[in-house]
């Protein structure tokens, strides 16, 4: 995470060094050199970019900072100059996907403009087309509506891109201060992908076959030209369309983890409000400020999840944040905070500790129903996406064995009737292409490639059609075979699709639910470090801990060996990620050396360095995870001659058939309606005859 500082300074004796001043805590301030001058540089202009990783800032935290600038006064000696103190603040989590909710919103309208001026561009091409067929030479009003629409999917062009920087930017940011949230920063980076896919090669290549066509005045060549504009006219419609429903969907999975950090927030104040009760001099007055904070705070929460649940969509989840916006009410949580804020201003302290326990119970149980309702909410919708495509590909296989049988036919049959079994299979299978369409609309997982290869597989189908109409069945029979390996391509894409949906239904707390686990746990950390510095500081003017800081130091312990175990279940969950394994082994491990310290009342400075690099460990362990999945290393090696190099003899043909015919058969066996306990064996078995074939 890095901070741009732009300064222009100037000075008539000359200027000798830029300097950067800053810290986190005051008593704790570091100083850096950011630039150093000649002794004849008496004015510059320096954009300096300030690496804050170093400083380790949590979501919610600050570092002050103050830039200095020293003269080359030789006669007086040097003098300084200071900008003000100012102030770098990280967004907290919840400020955070509140930003981006806001920033996909407009983007969503952003991309419905543009599929508005698509459609406008389509419907002009098509009104074109049309007369052109009626036209024996190329007209100069023809040529400018023509050129008219290179100009206007020239801009379209240019308002994607804005839109595609925009997301990348928008993953970075995540990546940057929630890495935890690497789910959410995937399916951002695929819809980012999903725009990249639309502006495709053949769309460049046909308006730039459209555009030598018009320089030449040839109204043939401008017709076909504008014939292959309109297949990637077609897939760019669709790829806005999809990139739109997409974003909606991730515009709600950011409001509803943003209520889950609202929520968090609410309960990790409460805590502190509590904590600040503990001190021997409480702020009665700046605490029920905090609570009646804390209450306003509460009903803006409450009515997002009204708006929300009336926006969602989605009839389950809707019911459920009603009934989690009802229970806040019933709970009278608004009330009690009132009440805690009016006897910490008067300090009437009977009772206002079981009051707030009261509070805190609540919030903690609201943070639970939140989270509840985001990971029912991800799993039924993962789930109904799953079960579409599986019928989906049940359809496929049917029409892929019809096409096969098809495409063996002997030439004795008619080729009228061909053509009519060739038209049947073609329906069905645009039934199932707008199907998956659909589908798409709701999942990152399908690829856009899948509804090409169909679109093509489709197109071969209607070449065979025209073939067998045209009695030219040997020729059909042929274009029909390639349909039919078309399907089978993607079929094999729709698999892998299924598997990945299914990886996401993993039982258990899975790696995403694991990253968030982990986040929260940082944050409780966090307020131990906190807390056990605050102890050791005291202790170092009194010389030894009092009783009741002796309790706080047990009661710390409990709260480590809590984490501890929370941190245990997270390296279960991370049992596929061998990568950041060892780092939480090791950090389990110095938690447990920490539990002991404590426990023994070994308070020293070795336990807050032990602390402190729990604490760094845990955030690197973060980070790196989802660094992990955006390598931007490149490799790069030169090329070499192989003069005498003999190519291997060529496969048998026998053999490639085999092998793709039990792959074919596996997959079909798939969608036969066998026991489900039987399905694994009966997959093994396929993989066995598979491997034995090649």
């Known amino acids: 995470m890095e901070l741009p500082l732009e300064v222009v300074c100037a000075d008539d004796y000359g200027l000798t060094k830029l300097r950067l001043h800053y810290y986190k805590d005051p008593q704790d301030a570091h100083t850096e050199d950011i630039e150093a001058f000649n002794k004849r540089t008496k004015e510059a202009a320096i954009v300096h970019h300030w690496d804050l990783a170093s400083l380790q800032l949590l979501p919610g935290e600050s570092v002050k900072y103050f830039l200095e600038i020293i003269d080359n006064d030789v006669v007086s000696g040097p003098k300084t100059a200071c900008t003000p103190l100012m102030t770098a603040r990280v967004p907290t989590l919840a400020q955070l996907y509140s930003s981006l909710e806001e920033q996909h919103d407009d983007k969503i309208t952003d991309l419905q403009q543009i599929l508005d001026d698509a459609q406008t561009m389509s419907q002009e091409l098509d009104k074109i087309s049309r007369e052109l067929k009626q036209e024996s030479e190329l007209s100069w009003e023809r040529k400018k509506e023509v050129e008219n629409l290179q100009k206007a999917y020239s801009n379209i062009a240019e308002s994607i891109d804005r839109v595609t920087q925009a997301l990348e930017s928008d993953s970075e940011k995540l990546e940057a201060y929630d890495p935890m949230s690497f789910e959410l920063g995937q399916k951002i980076s695929e819809v980012r992908k999903l725009l990249d896919s639309i502006q495709s090669t053949e769309l460049k290549v046909a308006i730039q076959r459209l555009q030598d066509a018009m320089a030449k005045l040839d109204l043939t060549e401008t017709e076909r030209a504008l014939a292959d504009y309109t297949i990637p006219q077609e897939e760019l419609l669709k790829g806005l369309d999809r990139a739109i429903e997409l974003l909606k969907q991730i515009k709600l999975e950011e409001k509803l983890q943003g209520a889950i950090e609202k929520a968090a927030e609410l309960s990790k104040k409460q805590g502190e409000i509590e904590q600040e009760l503990d001190e021997k001099e409480p702020d009665y007055s700046g605490a029920s400020q905090k609570q009646s904070d804390l209450k306003q705070s509460l009903e803006e929460l409450q009515r997002g999840l009204e708006e929300m649940g009336k926006e969602s969509g989605d009839t389950e989840l809707s019911s459920m944040l009603e009934e989690i916006s009802n229970s806040i ?13 009016e006897m910490l201003r008067s300090k009437k302290t009977s009772g206002l500790k079981r009051l707030m326990h009261f509070i805190q119970g609540s919030l903690n149980s609201l943070l639970d129903q939140l989270t509840a309702a985001q990971q029912g909410h991800s799993s039924n919708q993962l789930a109904d996406v799953t079960e579409k495509v599986r019928r989906a590909m049940h359809e496929l296989v049917r029409l892929s064995k019809e096409q096969e049988e098809l495409s063996l036919r002997s030439g004795n049959e008619a080729a009228e009737d061909l053509a009519m079994r060739q038209q049947s299979i073609i329906e069905g299978t645009s039934a199932v292409a707008d199907r998956l369409y659909e589908i798409s609309k709701e999942s990152v997982f399908m690829s856009q490639t899948t509804a090409a290869d169909l679109g093509d597989a489709i197109r071969t189908m209607e070449r065979a059609q025209r073939n067998f109409e045209a009695n030219v069945k040997g020729g059909g029979l042929l274009t029909g075979r390639q349909a039919y390996q078309s399907l089978n391509s993607v079929l094999s894409s729709l698999l892998l699709a299924e598997q990945s949906m299914c990886s996401g239904q993993g039982q258990g707390m899975g790696i995403g639910q694991g990253f968030q686990r982990m986040r929260a746990l940082a944050g409780l950390q966090e307020g131990i470090n906190k807390s056990i510095e605050e102890l050791y500081s005291a202790m170092s003017k009194q010389g030894r801990l009092s009783s009741s800081e ?21 390296s279960r969950a991370m049992g596929e990620r061998r990568d950041i394994l060892g780092r939480l082994e090791d950090i389990i491990e110095e938690m447990k050396n920490v539990e002991g310290q404590m426990e023994a009342k070994q308070l020293d400075q070795t336990m807050i360095h032990r602390q402190s690099q729990i604490l760094s460990r845990l955030l690197d362990a973060q980070r790196s995870a989802q660094q992990q999945d955006y390598s931007g290393k490149r490799y790069s090696r030169p090329g070499k001659d192989f003069p005498d190099r003999q190519s291997p003899p060529e496969l048998p043909r026998e053999m490639l058939d085999q092998s793709e015919k039990i792959r074919l058969d596996m997959l079909r066996e798939r969608t036969d309606r066998y026991p489900e306990s039987y399905r694994a064996l009966v997959e093994e078995y396929m993989k066995a005859l598979s491997g034995s074939a090649k």
């Open 329 to 341: 009410g019933k709970a009278g949580l608004s009330d009690k905070m009132s009440q805690s804020a």
């Open 550 to 570: 002796e309790e706080t130091l047990s009661r710390l312990a409990a709260q480590q060996e809590a984490i501890r175990k929370g941190m245990e279940e997270v």
